[in-house]
């Protein structure tokens, strides 16, 4: 029986369309849950994330910000917070995500990591979603400008998508036995923020600190979609190496810590 | 086949690590129904989630070459704020079944009507438990988990699930694990007991009961020395708590009620005799003892199970025909000496039970037993606690009596009172509510212990408080 539902041990790709299926039935059963079938249901996923862009971007706009640089305020402040939404947002949903799906553990195709991972993907979706539908509108009514190189929005994109992605579920594998992540998730993304290259380009800053802000990873992620979207005229500095290498480490951890979790996980 | 090799689970605390499963081994194969029996907290549940695969064993191994279910009827794993029909589909995806038709299984099966279409969270607790008994049937398993599923619905519904558990499915291999021992033992055919973590196959039930009881019985539980309950009521609903939480005390009434199922009597009383005694203040069975004894035409010990079940919390309308025919075999005028039933308000005012007599005739006499007809006696005079305390202290010579001694039966009547001092005088303070150092009960009721004049410290110990006839003996 080549498809037989349950995990006797049938080979990896019957694995792979087991974990493809739990993961799709995953993903709807959070989508149910997370926006019902009230109004706009679904929808929200990406309206809610183009609420923030859009109400961060009037508030930058009505007051003029500074960001040290002659790009224009709309287009700055979209590409800014919407890399924060995608990079923020998924540890948000993440942690303390186990807690809440401990129960579905009884079903032996669901691993800690599926969960984790519907929820992360789901998270990716709404951010992505909300910056491609937003930078849809704002083109074609003619305040942005379509960016230069789209690929290099992509990369720079899903660069910052994976260190979101394998902080989300390092925090989120952690967070099941410290609460204290929970805690201390909600200051620290709040002090990252402004760290993060979303309200300025690095080359506006003085060398010192430059040097720095630097070594804070989702810059160089930032940078690079800014350079992707507006070519020369961002004076992007960023180093991808470093934020691969960062990410990369980032996965083990969250990996080794999604394994150590996964043979401790005591099911409701 | 599921074989489960040298399994051991630690879990770590704060308190330190608690092994729950130490050294377990054993092999199930296809059709084969293991029942496992175990206290409370044993480790039953836990050893059910490593089978199915949910929770990993700190070492050892577990190994399936059949596929096994998840705990059944298990209804955590519902998602609330989801219909029951979002939940039908969720399980049907993960499990790749095709959702119309478990859906039509699930309408038909739960009869949950339009409320299939409700978030769960607006089921109450029973519409919950049959969705997830027909959300467990969708699916096809080789070995079926089934963790307390006796106590699920109705008689109808429990019917249904039997249905399509032992008989649609008797091919299965099935793990059983139940409080209700006799569930166990009609649908299994090999047994184990776990114990202190540890775990014993036995293939006769029997045996495997037996066993388990004799484990259970030297296990030690606490006795209650919590003495400010003022009132009776709240006072008999702690000891009927503790006493269904007491496996020795489930064992025995369990044993003795398949000994009346069965016609015997003596059997019976036996096994309800050893429970009341380990909880003497437990009213329902104090009712079953006195039906079985009746059958063996012992009026005077039913008479005083009769009136036992009613001082203690049994409404008289449910014993009244029993008690009849016992008055009626001992010719006795059912008006002269009516049964009392528990009302509210203080202890005083309480009929006595057995027991009471007991403890008091201890404190007051000095005497450690008392046989059937000095016990029931002292009921058909006294209607309340400071009645039967007045008549005890006044009368010296102890009786008079009014019912013949025509039995000379053994326990539990004429047992003794606890040998040991301090028990007694924790059920006599339960009793009289002396005023006492609450953050040293232990030292406070040690105060008591010198059997001379115990009734007199109480009271001046500001027990006896409102108990008006004792009250006035002693202003006197």
């Known amino acids: 029986m080549a498809d037989s539902p349950y995990s006797v041990n049938q080979g990896f790709r019957h694995s792979l369309a087991v974990q493809i299926r739990v993961l799709g039935a995953l993903l709807l059963r959070e989508t149910l849950t997370r926006y019902g079938r009230h109004n706009i249901g679904f929808l929200w996923l990406f309206a809610e994330p183009m609420l923030f862009t859009l109400g961060i971007t009037a508030l930058w706009t009505a007051t003029k910000s500074v960001h040290g640089s002659d790009l224009p305020i709309v287009a700055f402040a979209l590409t800014g917070y919407s890399s924060v939404l995608l990079w923020r947002n998924m540890p948000g949903r993440v942690i303390g995500s186990l807690m809440a799906n401990l129960a579905l553990m009884y079903h032996r195709n669901i691993k800690v990591f599926d969960i984790f991972l519907a929820r992360v993907i789901l998270e990716f979706g709404g951010a992505t979603m909300s910056f491609a539908i937003l930078g849809l509108l704002f083109v074609s009514i003619g305040i942005l400008e379509p960016p230069e190189d789209i690929l290099k929005v992509f990369a720079g994109w899903h660069l910052l998508a994976w260190f979101g992605a394998s902080l989300a579920i390092w925090l989120g594998a952690l967070s099941h036995e410290y609460e204290i992540v929970d805690k201390l998730w909600h200051p620290f993304s709040y002090i990252l923020f402004p760290l993060s290259g979303a309200g300025f380009l690095v080359a506006a800053l003085p060398y010192a600190a430059q040097e720095v802000i630097l070594y804070f990873p989702i810059v160089h992620g930032t940078e690079m979609i800014r350079e992707g979207w507006f070519g020369e005229r961002a004076r992007a500095i960023y180093d991808i190496p470093y934020l691969a290498i960062f990410n990369t480490i980032l996965t083990s951890l969250a990996v080794l810590q999604v394994h150590k979790l996964s043979s401790r996980v005591v099911p409701e | ?476």
């Not at chain 2, 000891?239 to 025995?252: H, K, V």
């Not at chain 2, 001082?311 to 006795?332: C, E, N, T, W, Y």
């Not at chain 2, 009289?432 to 110990?461: C, H, K, M, W």
């Open chain 2, 1 to 476: 086949m599921i074989c489960v090799e040298d399994v051991h689970k630690i879990y770590k605390t704060q308190l330190g690590s608690n092994h729950v499963l130490s050294n377990v081994s054993f092999k199930l194969h296809k059709g084969e129904k293991l029942g496992i029996i175990g206290r409370n907290g044993a480790g039953k549940s836990t050893l059910v989630r490593l089978v199915s695969g949910a929770e990993m064993p700190t070492s050892g191994i577990i190994t399936r070459s059949m596929s096994v279910s998840w705990p059944l009827a298990f209804g955590g794993a519902f998602q609330l704020n989801l219909t029951g029909k979002d939940n039908v589909r969720f399980i049907s995806r993960i499990y790749k079944q095709d959702f119309e038709h478990n859906l039509a299984f699930v309408e038909e099966f739960a009869e949950l009507g339009a409320y299939l279409k409700e978030p769960v969270r607006t089921y109450s607790s029973g519409m919950r438990a049959r969705l997830a008994f027909a959300i467990s049937m969708i699916t096809e398993f080789d070995c079926f988990l089934i963790d307390e599923v006796g106590a699920v619905g109705d008689a109808r519904f429990h019917e249904k699930c039997n249905y399509e558990l032992f008989q649609k499915r008797a091919d299965r291999a099935m793990i059983i694990i139940s409080h209700d021992a006799a569930y166990i033992r009609d649908h299994c055919t090999k047994y184990a007991v776990l114990h202190d973590s540890r775990f014993t196959p036995y293939d006769d039930f029997e045996v495997a009961y037996s066993d388990y009881a004799d484990m259970v019985a030297i296990t030690k539980v606490p006795v209650s020395k919590n003495i400010a309950q003022y009132n009776q009521t709240s006072q008999l609903d702690v000891r009927y708590r503790a006493s269904i939480e007491d496996e020795r005390f489930r064992i025995l009434v369990q044993r003795g009620d398949w000994a009346r199922d069965r016609g015997d009597w003596e059997l019976a009383q036996i096994e309800y005799e050893a429970a009341l005694d380990l909880h003497p203040y437990e009213r329902t069975y104090w009712a079953q003892h006195g039906h079985v004894v009746r059958a063996q035409k012992k009026y005077v010990a039913a008479e005083i199970s009769y009136r036992n079940a009613c001082a203690l919390g049994i409404p008289i309308l449910d014993v009244r025909p029993f008690f009849r025919d016992v008055m009626k075999h001992q010719s006795m005028d059912e008006q002269e000496f009516p049964l009392h039933p528990l009302g509210k308000g203080n202890v005083s005012l309480q009929p006595p039970s057995s027991q009471h007599i007991k403890v008091l005739a201890k404190a007051i006499w000095g005497v450690h037993s008392l046989n059937l007809s000095e016990t029931l006696d002292l009921m058909r005079k006294n209607s309340s606690m400071d009645n039967l305390v007045y008549s005890m202290l006044t009368n010296k010579e102890k009786f008079t009596f009014s019912a013949p001694l025509e039995e000379n039966d053994d326990p539990p009547h004429s047992k003794t009172v606890s040998e040991k001092d301090s028990d007694w005088i924790i059920e006599l303070c339960q009793i009289a509510q002396p005023n006492l150092n609450y953050s040293n009960p232990e030292a406070a009721i040690a105060q008591f212990q010198q059997l001379d004049g115990v009734i007199s410290t109480i009271i001046r110990a500001g027990g006896f408080n409102d108990w008006k006839k004792v009250q006035q003996l002693f202003m006197t």
